[in-house]
């Protein structure tokens, strides 16, 4: 059993990329990292590392900072709020125009529960 919990921000982006990556089925075989920025830093504003696409559209980007990711979402936003509350993610709008929901994801057991919420949000996109 690993006793040490993950809350290193680039390192849980790093995971959420390869969970997001690693499937070739459903929705996420539709999805896909872009425009990575492997030498991203995290701040505590949070450093842009990468995009998260369905085809050519940009879903989401994700963020680090210090102690955490967050997802910044831009489609899907009801079902991705709806999952997020059911994983137990922190979840936030964001008020700009046009509106965007902040997910953060604070350790590595909370990727398998952002990934769900990449998913319901890639599942409303498409519908």
């Known amino acids: 059993m690993v006793d040490e919990r993950i809350t290193d921000g680039k390192r ?6 390869s969970e997001i990556t690693g499937r070739e089925t459903g929705v996420l075989a539709d999805l896909s990292v872009v425009d990575a920025d492997p030498d991203a830093e ?3 504003d949070g450093a842009f590392a990468y995009g ?3 085809g ?3 879903l989401a980007e994700v963020f680090v900072q210090p102690d955490r990711a967050y997802l910044e979402l ?3 936003l009801d079902a991705a709020t ?3 509350d059911d994983e137990g993610l922190r979840v936030r709008p964001k ?4 509106p965007r929901t902040l997910v953060f994801v604070e350790s ?4 398998k529960g952002a990934v769900e919420v990449v998913l319901a949000a890639g599942e409303r996109y498409r519908a």
């Open 108 to 111: 590595g057991a909370e990727v």
């Open 56 to 58: 050519e559209d940009r």
């Open 52 to 54: 998260v696409a369905v």
């Open 82 to 84: 709806d999952t997020a």
């Open 42 to 44: 995290p701040t505590d």
């Open 74 to 76: 831009q489609a899907g």
């Open 12 to 17: 849980i982006a790093q995971l959420l990329a």
């Open 95 to 98: 008020a700009v125009e046009p």
